[in-house]
Protein backbone atom coordinates (compact mmCIF):
# COMPACT_ATOMS: atom_id res chain seq x y z
CA UNK A 1 0.00 0.00 0.00
CA UNK A 2 3.04 2.12 0.04
CA UNK A 3 4.08 3.93 -2.70
CA UNK A 4 7.53 6.31 -3.52
CA UNK A 5 7.52 7.84 -6.80
CA UNK A 6 8.31 11.04 -8.61
CA UNK A 7 5.07 12.54 -9.83
CA UNK A 8 3.21 15.28 -12.18
CA UNK A 9 0.67 12.91 -11.57
CA UNK A 10 0.30 10.55 -8.43
CA UNK A 11 -2.96 8.14 -7.72
CA UNK A 12 -2.43 5.16 -5.60
CA UNK A 13 -6.05 3.32 -4.57
CA UNK A 14 -6.07 0.58 -1.48
CA UNK A 15 -8.46 -1.91 -0.98
CA UNK A 16 -10.92 -1.90 2.10
CA UNK A 17 -10.85 -5.92 3.42
CA UNK A 18 -13.56 -7.51 3.17
CA UNK A 19 -15.48 -3.95 1.98
CA UNK A 20 -15.27 -3.60 6.23
CA UNK A 21 -13.22 -0.73 6.98
CA UNK A 22 -12.47 -0.71 9.94
CA UNK A 23 -11.68 2.31 12.41
CA UNK A 24 -7.71 0.88 12.62
CA UNK A 25 -6.98 0.55 9.18
CA UNK A 26 -5.66 3.99 7.19
CA UNK A 27 -4.11 3.43 4.28
CA UNK A 28 -0.95 5.41 3.53
CA UNK A 29 0.25 6.97 0.35
CA UNK A 30 3.86 8.18 0.13
CA UNK A 31 5.18 10.13 -3.60
CA UNK A 32 8.03 12.58 -3.69
CA UNK A 33 7.72 16.20 -4.52
CA UNK A 34 10.72 17.84 -6.22
CA UNK A 35 9.07 20.66 -8.28
CA UNK A 36 8.29 23.11 -5.68
CA UNK A 37 7.71 25.80 -7.59
CA UNK A 38 4.51 24.18 -8.92
CA UNK A 39 1.28 23.86 -7.37
CA UNK A 40 -1.03 21.06 -6.78
CA UNK A 41 -4.74 19.45 -6.46
CA UNK A 42 -5.15 17.10 -4.48
CA UNK A 43 -8.02 14.70 -3.85
CA UNK A 44 -9.82 11.75 -1.99
CA UNK A 45 -10.41 8.68 -4.67
CA UNK A 46 -13.15 6.41 -3.24
CA UNK A 47 -15.02 3.71 -4.23
CA UNK A 48 -18.27 2.15 -3.11
CA UNK A 49 -20.93 -0.19 -3.92
CA UNK A 50 -24.98 0.79 -3.97
CA UNK A 51 -25.77 -0.57 -0.75
CA UNK A 52 -23.28 1.94 1.00
CA UNK A 53 -25.61 3.54 3.52
CA UNK A 54 -25.01 7.09 3.36
CA UNK A 55 -25.24 10.07 1.61
CA UNK A 56 -21.58 11.08 2.71
CA UNK A 57 -18.43 9.80 3.98
CA UNK A 58 -16.22 11.32 7.40
CA UNK A 59 -12.97 10.59 6.60
CA UNK A 60 -9.48 11.74 8.62
CA UNK A 61 -6.43 12.68 6.67
CA UNK A 62 -3.13 12.43 8.22
CA UNK A 63 -0.17 13.95 6.42
CA UNK A 64 3.58 14.43 7.42
CA UNK A 65 6.45 15.94 4.74
CA UNK A 66 9.86 16.44 5.29
CA UNK A 67 11.10 17.92 8.84
CA UNK A 68 7.76 18.39 9.64
CA UNK A 69 5.29 16.93 12.40
CA UNK A 70 2.02 15.02 11.11
CA UNK A 71 -1.29 17.37 10.67
CA UNK A 72 -4.45 15.82 10.58
CA UNK A 73 -7.58 16.63 8.78
CA UNK A 74 -11.43 16.17 9.04
CA UNK A 75 -13.19 15.66 5.95
CA UNK A 76 -16.74 15.15 5.00
CA UNK A 77 -17.35 13.80 1.56
CA UNK A 78 -20.62 13.92 -0.20
CA UNK A 79 -21.55 10.89 -2.18
CA UNK A 80 -25.16 11.62 -2.88
CA UNK A 81 -27.68 14.02 -3.12
CA UNK A 82 -31.79 13.26 -2.72
CA UNK A 83 -32.05 14.96 -6.02
CA UNK A 84 -30.10 13.11 -8.24
CA UNK A 85 -28.16 9.85 -6.42
CA UNK A 86 -24.93 9.07 -6.38
CA UNK A 87 -21.99 11.23 -7.45
CA UNK A 88 -19.10 10.70 -9.78
CA UNK A 89 -19.08 7.50 -12.04
CA UNK A 90 -20.61 4.53 -11.81
CA UNK A 91 -20.33 1.02 -13.52
CA UNK A 92 -23.30 -1.64 -12.36
CA UNK A 93 -23.68 -1.00 -8.50
CA UNK A 94 -20.32 0.35 -8.10
CA UNK A 95 -19.29 3.89 -7.88
CA UNK A 96 -16.25 6.02 -8.28
CA UNK A 97 -15.82 9.66 -6.77
CA UNK A 98 -12.68 11.92 -7.20
CA UNK A 99 -13.44 15.20 -4.73
CA UNK A 100 -10.75 18.14 -4.41
CA UNK A 101 -10.39 18.07 -0.93
CA UNK A 102 -8.27 21.62 -0.65
CA UNK A 103 -10.12 25.35 -1.29
CA UNK A 104 -7.68 25.38 -4.47
CA UNK A 105 -4.33 24.35 -6.05
CA UNK A 106 -1.45 24.62 -3.29
CA UNK A 107 1.93 24.34 -2.48
CA UNK A 108 4.28 21.75 -1.44
CA UNK A 109 6.71 23.96 0.26
CA UNK A 110 10.18 21.63 0.63
CA UNK A 111 11.28 19.55 -1.72
CA UNK A 112 11.06 14.91 -0.40
CA UNK A 113 8.72 12.63 1.02
CA UNK A 114 5.22 13.02 1.64
CA UNK A 115 3.43 10.52 3.73
CA UNK A 116 -0.83 10.87 3.65
CA UNK A 117 -3.17 8.69 5.57
CA UNK A 118 -7.02 7.74 5.43
CA UNK A 119 -8.87 6.74 8.04
CA UNK A 120 -12.77 6.50 8.26
CA UNK A 121 -14.10 8.33 11.46
CA UNK A 122 -18.01 7.40 10.68
CA UNK A 123 -20.19 5.97 13.97
CA UNK A 124 -20.06 2.37 12.17
CA UNK A 125 -17.27 -0.15 13.04
CA UNK A 126 -16.76 -1.79 10.52
CA UNK A 127 -18.13 0.67 7.85
CA UNK A 128 -19.96 -1.56 5.03
CA UNK A 129 -19.65 -1.67 1.30
CA UNK A 130 -16.44 0.46 0.95
CA UNK A 131 -14.54 -1.26 -1.88
CA UNK A 132 -11.32 1.08 -2.17
CA UNK A 133 -10.02 4.02 -1.15
CA UNK A 134 -6.73 6.49 -2.34
CA UNK A 135 -5.63 9.50 -3.18
CA UNK A 136 -4.35 11.37 -6.33
CA UNK A 137 -2.02 14.57 -6.74
CA UNK A 138 -2.28 16.21 -9.67
CA UNK A 139 0.52 19.05 -10.69
CA UNK A 140 -1.05 21.57 -12.28
CA UNK A 141 1.13 24.97 -12.96
CA UNK A 142 4.55 26.29 -12.24
CA UNK A 143 3.82 29.30 -9.74
Known amino acids: MVSCAKIDMFEKLAEIPSQQWFYNYSPAFTFQI ?8 LYIVLRHTDAFNYNNIW ?14 QNINLVLANDANGWEGTGTDDIFEVRKN ?39 IKSK
Request: hydrophobic share 35%.
Open 34 to 41: TDTASLYN
Open 59 to 72: LRLSSKGPGDSIHF
Open 101 to 139: ITRGPVPFKKPGIYTFSIAQIMRENPLQHILNVGLRVEK
